[in-house]
Structures are given as structure tokens and as C-alpha cells.
């Protein structure tokens, strides 16, 4: 994910330095100030018009950029930043944005970190290959190596399986219920480049008494992604 240097700003929300949009509209704050503001004050001063800027934007929904296959993506209102694991190119890495209030509502940004074997990675790469389409049972069985522990079904109750056409690239959907930990989910996996093999997701998650209440934002979150070329 691209960052935004920060350095002459304490204590800068991460998520702020990681959201190039929150930075041009502070450059444009900063175009503004008076000549007269200077030292602690000028800091202090910047400081806060960062942190009124992010505000802003979270209340809007924060636009995220440059993560994994996605380039852009802005996500519902009130979201902010979470846990982050990994990040370096050809190893996992998990990036997680939750709820303000809520943080069991949240979207996260997951790749394994290793490849499908050839089998699996062929199963993935054919059934996207077809038109877009619900799943019969055994299309899912063939997919175990892609969906993980969603293809259990004593850990995870399927709803639905299907491929679909998000923005113009091609997509393995899978919605379903982890009964014992209450959570429901709506998962996105992408063939990250083309072999079937490299696969990212995209989840949207809540407590499944939630879920409905919900899944309307993190949808029109996903309606929102622009993919990188």
C-alpha cells in the first residue's frame, strides 16, 4: 500500500499516511496557511488540520489504494484502520479496516502467501473460466485448496457459491457462516495474475446478528473497487 511521509507529524493516524487522497486534501489546507504561522505552532497547527481531514474522510468512507491486486477501494462510512500482518511483495500479508464502533464489522485484505498447487490452481483458473454462475456442490469440492476451511462444513455453513463479473474481472464468491465463532462472511477471491494459482480475498464480516443490518455497506464498498492494471 503506498504511505505518505509524516515525519514533521506526531502522532499521524496510519491510516492517514497510507491514504493518498487524505494527503492531497490536507496540500490543499497547507496552501492556505499564513506566512505568519511558524515553529511549534505551524506543527501543532498542521497536526490538526490532518486530523480534521481524517476525520472527514472516515465519516465519508476512506479511500484505500495500492493493496494487492486492488487500486482502489472506498469503504463505508466510519471505518477505520485495524490489524496489519506481513505486507512484503511475494509473502502474506493481512490488512483489516473496521467499524469506529463495532470492530467485529469489518472488511480485510488477505493472501496467503503461497501458491496453489497445479491441480487446484487449474480447478480455480476453469471455473472462472466459465460464465458467471452458482456452484454445484461438486465444482466447490474441487475448489478445497482455494475456499480453505470454507469448504469444511463442520467449521463453515454455505450459503452460496458463485462467480460473478465485479467491475470487469471475474470473481469466485463465497457467503456462508462460521457457526461456532458467530460470524458470518462474504468472501471475494481474485486470481491475482491469471494462472489460478495466486489467490487474494476480500472479506466483508460481522456477527452474523449483524450481518444483514450491514452487508448493504460492504457491498457498495465492494461495488467500489477499481483494479489495478
Given at each position: 500500500?503506498?504511505?505518505?511521509?509524516?515525519?514533521?507529524?506526531?502522532?499521524?493516524?496510519?491510516?492517514?499516511?497510507?491514504?493518498?487522497?487524505?494527503a492531497?486534501?490536507?496540500?490543499?489546507?497547507?496552501?492556505?496557511?499564513q506566512?505568519?504561522?511558524?515553529?511549534?505552532?505551524?506543527?501543532a497547527?498542521?497536526?490538526?488540520?490532518?486530523?480534521?481531514?481524517?476525520?472527514?474522510?472516515?465519516?465519508?468512507?476512506?479511500?484505500?489504494?495500492?493493496?494487492?491486486?486492488?487500486?482502489?477501494?472506498t469503504?463505508?462510512?466510519?471505518?477505520?484502520?485495524?490489524?496489519?500482518?506481513?505486507?512484503?511483495?511475494?509473502?502474506s500479508?493481512?490488512?483489516?479496516?473496521?467499524?469506529?464502533?463495532?470492530?467485529h464489522?469489518?472488511?480485510?485484505?488477505?493472501?496467503?502467501?503461497?501458491?496453489?498447487?497445479?491441480s487446484?490452481?487449474?480447478?480455480?483458473?476453469?471455473?472462472?473460466?466459465?460464465?458467471?454462475?452458482?456452484?454445484?456442490?461438486?465444482?466447490?469440492?474441487?475448489?478445497?485448496?482455494?475456499?480453505?476451511?470454507?469448504?469444511?462444513?463442520?467449521?463453515?455453513?454455505?450459503?452460496?457459491?458463485?462467480?460473478?463479473?465485479?467491475?470487469?474481472?471475474?470473481?469466485?464468491?463465497?457467503?456462508?457462516?462460521?457457526a461456532?465463532?458467530?460470524?458470518?462472511?462474504?468472501?471475494?477471491?481474485?486470481?491475482?495474475?491469471?494462472?489460478?494459482?495466486?489467490?487474494?480475498?476480500?472479506?466483508?464480516?460481522?456477527?452474523?446478528?449483524?450481518?444483514?443490518?450491514?452487508?448493504?455497506?460492504?457491498?457498495n464498498?465492494?461495488?467500489?473497487?477499481?483494479?489495478?492494471?
Amino acid at each position: 500500500m503506498e504511505t505518505i511521509a509524516a515525519t514533521t507529524i506526531p502522532n499521524t493516524p496510519i491510516a492517514v499516511m497510507q491514504n493518498p487522497s487524505i494527503a492531497e486534501d490536507v496540500s490543499s489546507f497547507e496552501s492556505f496557511q499564513q506566512p505568519s504561522v511558524v515553529g511549534k505552532s505551524s506543527k501543532a497547527s498542521a497536526e490538526q488540520r490532518l486530523r480534521l481531514v481524517y476525520a472527514l474522510k472516515k465519516a465519508s468512507g476512506l479511500v484505500v489504494r495500492s493493496i494487492g491486486v486492488v487500486d482502489q477501494i472506498t469503504l463505508p462510512p466510519s471505518f477505520e484502520l485495524g490489524t496489519r500482518l506481513g505486507g512484503v511483495p511475494g509473502q502474506s500479508f493481512f490488512q483489516s479496516y473496521h467499524l469506529s464502533t463495532d470492530e467485529h464489522v469489518k472488511i480485510y485484505f488477505e493472501y496467503r502467501g503461497q501458491r496453489l498447487s497445479e491441480s487446484d490452481a487449474r480447478a480455480f483458473r476453469d471455473i472462472l473460466s466459465q460464465p458467471p454462475h452458482v456452484l454445484k456442490n461438486r465444482e466447490i469440492a474441487l475448489l478445497k485448496e482455494t475456499v480453505q476451511e470454507k469448504a469444511n462444513l463442520g467449521v463453515f455453513k454455505l450459503l452460496l457459491a458463485k462467480t460473478e463479473d465485479l467491475n470487469g474481472r471475474r470473481v469466485l464468491i463465497v457467503e456462508g457462516r462460521y457457526a461456532k465463532d458467530d460470524l458470518t462472511a462474504y468472501t471475494i477471491y481474485i486470481d491475482a495474475d491469471g494462472t489460478g494459482a495466486e489467490v487474494q480475498e476480500l472479506t466483508f464480516q460481522t456477527k452474523t446478528n449483524q450481518y444483514a443490518r450491514r452487508l448493504l455497506a460492504g457491498m457498495n464498498s465492494f461495488k467500489s473497487i477499481q483494479w489495478q492494471k
